[in-house]
């Protein structure tokens, strides 16, 4: 049984692992970009608008009204 929780205690380890992992690639591989300042204008409209739609969807499935 301790075993047991002693493994469980790692997951969170490796998600942040895993997670800084993907962010560090996609990061890479979209740093070319920000060189020219339109790309980069559009690149951060592209995020912010990801942003933007994520937020207002979870807040319309959660069901919180606008007033």
Do not use: H
Not at 20 to 40: E, Q
Not at 42 to 60: D, E, V, Y
């Amino acid at each position: 049984m301790q075993e047991l929780l002693r493994n469980i205690s790692r997951f969170p380890k490796f998600l942040v692992a895993i997670s800084f992992g993907i962010f560090f690639a996609l990061f890479d591989r979209l740093r070319p970009l920000l060189r020219k300042p339109v790309t980069a204008t559009a690149l951060i409209g592209a995020l912010a608008s990801a942003l933007a739609f994520l937020f207002f969807t979870l807040r319309a499935m959660l069901g919180y009204s606008v007033i």
